[in-house]
């Protein structure tokens, strides 16, 4: 680090310690802790954390931080899966885990406000009982809204209720001048002036740091049932997927595990899945349109290759079958243990998914790899979890090759580099191939809100 | 227009008119035609007309504007309520309406691409064998959909379909600098950067100039169940409509009109409704899940003071009834031809409706005005379509006032100005207000893209 840069830094440390006495850490334990410690993407930890309590002192640190010229990066929950929560070029990490609080919950209006940094898990917790929920389901309870909302996090119910650019009404964030906006009112709708909401949502803390939502709530389905179906083929696992979205079926969860998959996924959570390409899939509505869904949906998978079709209603059976799915990233860990994973996350549309699949699964297989196939193929959307031995450099290559072949064959058919995790640092190199001209844009933007360079750099551009 | 105005403006036409011989027009009465006519809102006709036909052909236009500094101002279907199409700084309308190609209709992925000049009762008379559809309707099927996109439209369906906000997929558009750039592939979802496509939507043409779209297309319900309830006050009836969207009943539509708008609606369409209150619902899905919310809403209605419901199912008898809801703001200016209409457009949360709609018309009746109220009172939006004489200034002021409380109103419970109009030049007096400091933020993303203000100047700003 350059004297000039470490004058800087210190300085802004004394300013900030003095404004936030006892929240504010240079250990190195709590930094190397704020650093992403998921993917292949080394861990950079920041030089200091702080924990703001208020939008207003979120305001206060930005204003520190652009007078010494401090990089901030925001942190919710650390779950990220492309190095967002990384400080490549030093600076401080903005903890919102203190700003946890539900400001309010509006039955009638079947929304609510609350702090970034409450959890997934806590917010519907705290709804409990007012039979509402908030649907987007990333896969990890401990992803904070605001994170959520950053990384434009979608997940398994998706496909039913939208990902968090449909369910954000109204963000309250502060920008890297220091001044703190709220992006809409509460409106269900406005035509009124730029989308600054959507601007924010998927910005991963480079146009602003969020401080408050203000999110769609859903009322608690009347009827939940699941169904699991088991196919011959990856392909015809898909087919019917697609179909089952063609059709109109109120599927509000269909995913696909491949054979690789479900076998981490019986090991790691003591089931006895047959071991073939399996569509997990639930219908939310009442008891009536739920089973009519489940009997067309039945047919389409029949036509498709599908086994053992079976339906669970009990609340026991469902919670098991989808705790199951979303320890999938996990189940892979435990079964390599000393492997790291990377996490990827193609989409495509609909009607090249299944090829897009099959295409996938014979790449891997082609390249000697252990990649366990999982994905939200109700929206086109799949992961390949990459077991990769960090110190094999031949492997190493092989999955370089096999990713850039996979963003490929996703732009090929008009698809994306990322459905759902972001670009972060992981998926940086792709972005010019996949926005061509459109990247001049958005680094204009960004220019024009954050001139100093101080949000979250080295994040998307 | 000063000197040097006028010189930079004859080398533009100069310019344009080799690039376009026999596609721009300077004759007064095209220009007038051009020109905003449906509001208070006076016309400001351009100096000229071009009528591009590709995406590459709005390129060399926008970069010859730029040389020259030639404000632009696109053109769809000249149907905007807030005067998007005027050129109070002069200039030239870019009139998209020979760009009306379907370029791909994709049954299997629930998407289809056109031009930006395509009118939205075209696109779905060509979408009628597949047995798809495009929802959003705001009410003149003469709307483009380039011009619904550029203002964030919705109207009568939003509260089952959503708005333009939430049907496009993706867009092609050329940029002040005259860059063409696509803002998202064709997946479902993305998490790939900036979120230009929401950018662009509802930017009213002031950040670039959309040439092409990628839009999400709905399956035709199987039935499609309408209802009429007249209820004994406005309170009763927006009370029944919030209650039946809390129910989370399936209705496709849920529009309010008031006891004179139905007896406009009655004098221009020849029908005999009772002069009540009344809502206009109507069903999408399955016969029986259209019979039972038809049954609870029955209900719902019974119980908040709701009289002569009566359901249709016959395409004519909807058809009829449904043409009559979209006439509302001409049935209104042929019962007082004498009179300029004034349409009004806030949206507020759900819960503030029944209030915010009661005191409207309170305040209505107390001004002396005439201003029956129209609204799509599922989304907590509503209409008054004043009837003012442009020649009182007595009501004129009264007319302004009563906009300044609605609006007042509306802001005071979380609300919006505009709801799907946009801000055009008739709502840019209440962007400070709604907006607080989020307007610098927009300010400085027009001045990165748009630094010379050619697109649109005079709009939202």
């Not at 109700?378 to 990713?403: K, S, T, Y």
């Amino acid at each position: 680090m350059g004297s000039d840069r470490q004058d800087r830094l210190e300085r802004f440390l004394c300013a900030a310690t003095a404004f936030l006495p006892n929240r504010l850490s240079t250990a190195e334990a709590v930094c190397r802790h704020h650093a992403n410690g998921v993917t292949l993407v080394a861990p950079e930890p920041p030089s200091a954390v702080v924990w703001p309590e208020t939008t207003e002192e979120v305001a206060h640190i930005v204003r520190l931080a652009g007078e010494h010229a401090i990089p901030l990066i925001a942190f919710g929950g650390g779950t990220s899966l492309e190095g967002h929560v990384n400080a490549p070029l030093g600076g401080v990490s903005v903890d919102l885990s203190r700003m946890d609080a539900v400001l309010a919950v509006r039955p009638d209006d079947l929304d609510c406000t609350v702090q970034a940094g409450i959890t997934l898990e806590r917010l519907n917790a705290e709804l409990r009982a007012t039979g509402l929920f908030f649907p987007v389901d990333p896969g990890s309870g401990l992803a904070t809204l605001g994170g959520m909302a950053s990384t434009r996090a979608s997940g398994t119910t998706t496909v039913r209720y939208g990902s968090m650019r449909d369910n954000v009404i109204s963000l309250t964030a502060v920008l890297a001048s220091g001044s703190i906006i709220r992006t809409a009112r509460r409106a269900r709708k406005s035509a009124a002036g730029y989308d600054l909401t959507h601007l924010l949502v998927g910005a991963e803390g480079t146009l602003g740091i969020i401080t408050e939502l203000t999110l769609k709530l859903h009322g608690v389905p009347d009827t939940v049932m699941c169904a699991l179906a088991g196919f011959d083929s990856l392909d015809g696992a898909c087919r019917a997927s697609t179909l089952a979205i063609q059709a109109g079926l109120a599927v509000a969860r269909i995913e696909l595990l491949d054979c690789k998959q479900i076998q981490c996924v019986n090991a790691a959570s003591g089931l006895a899945m047959a071991e073939r390409p399996t569509l997990f899939v639930e219908f939310h509505g009442s008891a009536p349109a739920c089973r009519a869904d489940f009997e067309t949906f039945t047919e389409i998978a029949r036509d498709e290759g599908g086994h053992d079709l079976a339906s669970a209603t009990s609340e026991d059976e469902r919670r098991r079958l989808w705790k199951a799915r979303h320890d999938a990233l996990w189940s892979v860990k435990t079964m390599w243990p000393g492997r790291q994973v990377i996490v990827t996350d193609i989409a495509v549309p609909l009607s090249a998914l299944a090829a897009c699949v099959s295409e996938t699964a014979a790449d891997i297989a082609a390249s000697n790899l252990i990649a366990p196939i999982v994905g939200h193929v109700g929206d086109g959307n799949f992961h390949a979890i990459v077991a990769v031995d960090p110190d094999d450099g031949d492997e190493r290559q092989r999955v370089e090759a096999f990713l850039q072949r996979l963003v490929a064959r996703a732009h090929a058919v008009d698809g994306t580099a990322t459905g759902e995790h972001g670009i972060g640092q992981g998926k940086k190199a792709y972005m010019a191939a996949e926005h061509g001209p459109a990247i001049d844009a958005m680094r204009a933007i960004k220019g024009a809100l954050d001139p100093l360079g101080i949000l979250n750099p080295g994040k998307i551009f």
